[in-house]
């Protein structure tokens, strides 16, 4: 193993039983019992350099790490989901900018290719199978508090060869393979729509789906039957199949991408010659290339379109052993490269480009059984966050105060780092003067009249503060705040006998025969406040030491 890669095995808690177990006991009690759910807290490691690559192992538990899907979220921060061989449970791995954070998905009982994909919020989305008791294909999503799990397609035996994809509103599109035939699910938005796309013989294995702009699907497979490379989309109303590679023996360990035009890349194995492929629709013709033929090359195939629509390509070669490898397509001919020379690594590969156009793969160590993570992009800090608190929460537009304050607390920096001379509130308002409270936390004055001047009555009024970061880019925090205006209780009062207008009421009988007194006149007028303590809203009740100075109502 290369020395300084620091391995820390994480703490595995069975919350079910409330007692710390001894991994041995872990793998009887998850397989037995798929109910059970179990946590890691964090996997810190130290990375190595192998050349121009950082790798660092992501997860170190006994023998996991097969089927890997990587996907980045908009900080370029990846997230992993995988099966793990020895618990049989489908895990999910993120980078949190300092740490690993390692947790069990659920109990498969059965061996499954997993899939990733995140929505705007960086939620991940996962298709997998499992067994109940019989194969099936699975779904789970993170709904930001815990997991939501279904299944998609109930039929026996299915689901074990999957790839999810998220449309423009983020609903999860899946193809699998189902009784040799390739299959397509979507959510609608209140179900799962399946149908079949191919059932011209033994079709369908390892499909890789992606969605265009139009929402529109589009598949690449494997059609075992006659050894081709296939390709599938939908055109609003029907589904078009085609060959792409009919060479002899090809088309196993498909990746499909789309380009800005929609025109599919796809790389895929080509098994007669033992080689890596390429194919691309160029608008009018599928150009098919051979990649990588030095030994045995191409499996796990994985590929990613960089912002000049170039391919990126991570497999698995294997010359006198097994290694991870990388194909970059430069304008003038392919740049390839090893990865991770070490034994046996590179299994299971899955590869995204970041914003910078730099690769993340993840893959699988089949000399360790552990989840690795190789990259060239450079270690940065995690995302500045902010988060917002408004003083007072109840804005009472008659009030004669100066002020509103406005706290911000930041997260993975610090409030020196704030720009105070960007802020706005409800992008209008600037700040009249700030002040640094402590390391985390910057207190903002804005002009309670300015303030005032743009907001509206409500039980639940939304304040938002822009700024920029001085380290660059921009931040936008949001806090809820009621606001009340006193002058619909004058209104009101002139309408009755003087006596009401001045409630310096001790008595609990008059404060409620003053409340059914003007709930009789006008049954449409319910408070909504009062100066004073113990009044509820919703019942109009007080208690018997109530002393009312003020009573207010809204028409």
Avoid at 415 to 436: H, M, Y
Avoid at 463 to 489: L, M
Avoid at 538 to 551: I, Y
Wanted: hydrophobic letters at 35%; glycine letters at 6%.
């Amino acid at each position: 193993m290369v020395e300084g890669i620091l391995r820390k095995t994480a703490t595995i808690v069975v919350l079910a039983l409330g007692t710390l177990l001894v991994f041995s006991s872990q793998i009887s009690l998850a397989q037995h019992n798929p109910s059970l759910k179990m946590t890691v807290e964090k996997i810190e490691t130290q990375p190595v350099n192998l050349g121009s690559w950082r790798i660092e192992y992501v997860d170190e538990e006994y023998w996991v790490g097969h089927c890997t899907s990587l996907a980045l979220d908009k900080y370029n921060r990846p997230h992993i989901s995988y099966w793990d061989l020895t618990n049989r449970y489908l895990k999910y791995a993120k980078w949190t900018g300092s740490f690993w954070d390692v947790e069990y998905v659920e109990w498969t009982g059965t061996s499954t290719r997993t899939s990733i994909a995140l929505d705007d919020n960086g939620h991940a989305h996962i298709s997998f199978a499992a067994k109940y008791p019989h194969t099936v294909l699975r779904y789970a999503e993170w709904t930001g508090v815990d997991w939501s799990i279904e299944t998609v397609d109930p039929s026996k035996g299915i689901g074990g060869e999957s790839s999810v994809a998220l449309d423009s509103i983020g609903n999860p599109h899946i193809a699998y393979v189902g009784n040799s035939s390739l299959k397509y699910a979507k959510w609608t938005g209140s179900e799962w729509s399946i149908e079949t796309v191919d059932s011209s013989g033994n079709v369908g294995s390892y499909p890789s789906i992606a969605i265009n702009s139009k929402d529109l699907p589009r598949i690449s497979y494997h059609d075992r039957m006659n050894d081709d490379l296939k390709y599938a989309k939908w055109t609003g109303s029907e589904w078009l199949n085609e060959t792409v590679d009919a060479a002899h023996n090809v088309g196993q360990w498909t990746s499909l991408a789309l380009d800005d035009d929609g025109f599919p890349h796809i790389s895929y194995y080509d098994e007669g010659n033992e080689d890596l492929k390429y194919a691309k629709w160029t608008g009018s013709e599928w150009l098919n290339e051979t990649v990588d033929a030095y030994g045995r090359m191409g499996w796990f195939t994985s590929i990613a379109l960089d912002a000049s629509n170039n391919p990126h390509i991570s497999y698995l070669g294997k010359t006198d052993h097994r290694h991870l490898k990388y194909a970059e397509w430069t304008e003038s001919g392919w740049s390839i490269e090893i990865v991770d020379s070490r034994w046996s690594f590179g299994l299971w590969t899955s590869i995204e480009i970041d914003s910078n156009d730099l690769p993340h793969i993840s893959y699988f160590d089949d000399h360790d059984g552990s989840v690795m993570y190789a990259t060239k992009a450079k270690p940065g800090p995690p995302p500045c966050s902010a988060y917002l608190n408004i003083d007072p929460d109840t804005l009472n537009l008659k009030s004669r105060g100066r002020w509103i304050t406005a706290y911000l607390t930041t997260e993975n920096c610090g409030a020196q780092d704030i720009d105070p001379s960007s802020l706005l509130l409800n992008d209008e308002v600037k700040p009249a003067w700030w002040d640094i409270q402590n390391n985390t936390t910057l207190m903002v004055k804005f002009d309670r009249a300015a303030v005032q001047a743009i907001l509206h009555v409500s039980d639940s009024v939304d304040i938002k503060i822009t700024g920029q970061w001085k380290r660059g880019g921009s931040f936008e925090a949001h806090d809820a705040i009621r606001v009340i205006d006193p002058v619909h209780s004058q209104r009101i009062f002139q309408s009755f006998p003087p006596r009401l207008s001045r409630l310096h009421i001790d008595e609990r009988a008059a404060i409620c025969s003053i409340v059914s007194g003007i709930r009789l006149a006008r049954g449409d007028v319910k408070p909504i406040a009062m100066s004073g303590a113990g009044f509820e809203p919703a019942t109009s009740r007080f208690p018997r030491s109530a002393q009312v100075r003020t009573l207010w109502f809204s028409l």
